[in-house]
T-cell receptor, first 110, second 114 residues
């Protein structure tokens, strides 16, 4: 079983809609969770970090964590074409051992 | 946020030569650095994890004698691609982290072997 799993997509949503990106992880002891965005040909950039159960909101982005279900998600409200990118879920599974999912490719259509 | 500088951003080399890529954490001490390779339209592939002062841990299938990693200090790690061949052409990315924090990525190095 892969340590961090994401649906590779592509996920396509119309402009203005909510994009929902999901991620599951296998290590129940994981404490830190991150979402990165990667544009084609560029390095990933951090969007959100979340450490405790529940929701964390930052602008149009909301990260949701459920440790019991080993599930972390990212919601993007009012999606814009500029949000089109690959979104990577990352889990710190053992103090400095960071594991990434394969990424979900999101396309926001005007 | 913290800054990780990767150099060079782009390199073209002849087949059979070696290429060194540097990754520096500019404003924090990185206890761990990661090296990734990414082929076009594919996901990040972890190559190795390096901790300062110790040998790197390579992922399965990554040749440690071909991809030499040195993590000499808390702010610098280097990846040397030895005897590069065209199939080594890829986008190489480093990231750095401290204990239980997010990983900060370098800008990436696009290597083309001709």
């Amino acid at each position: 079983q892969k340590e961090v799993e994401q649906n590779s997509g592509p996920l396509s949503v119309p402009e203005g809609a909510i994009a929902s990106l999901n991620c599951t992880y296998s290590d129940r002891g994981s404490q830190s969770f991150f979402w990165y965005r990667q544009y084609s040909g560029k390095s990933p950039e951090l969007i959100m970090s979340i450490y405790s159960n529940g929701d964390k909101e930052d602008g149009r982005f909301t990260a949701q964590l459920n440790k019991a279900s080993q599930y972390v998600s990212l919601l993007i409200r009012d999606s814009q074409p500029s949000d089109s990118a690959t979104y990577l879920c990352a889990v710190n599974i053992d103090n400095n051992d960071m594991r990434f999912g394969a990424g979900t490719r999101l396309t926001v259509k005007p | 946020g913290a800054v990780v500088s990767q150099h060079p951003s782009r390199v073209i080399c002849k087949s059979g030569t070696s290429v060194k890529i540097e990754c520096r954490s500019l404003d924090f001490q990185a206890t761990t650095m990661f090296w990734y390779r990414q082929f076009p339209k594919q996901s990040l592939m972890l190559m190795a994890t390096s901790n300062e002062g110790s040998k790197a841990t390579y992922e399965q299938g990554v040749e440690k004698d071909k991809f030499l990693i040195n993590h000499a200090s808390l702010t610098l790690s280097t990846l040397t691609v030895t005897s590069a061949h065209p199939e080594d052409s890829s986008f190489y990315i480093c990231s750095a982290t401290t204990a239980n924090t997010e990983a900060f990525f370098g800008q990436g190095t696009r290597l083309t072997v001709v």
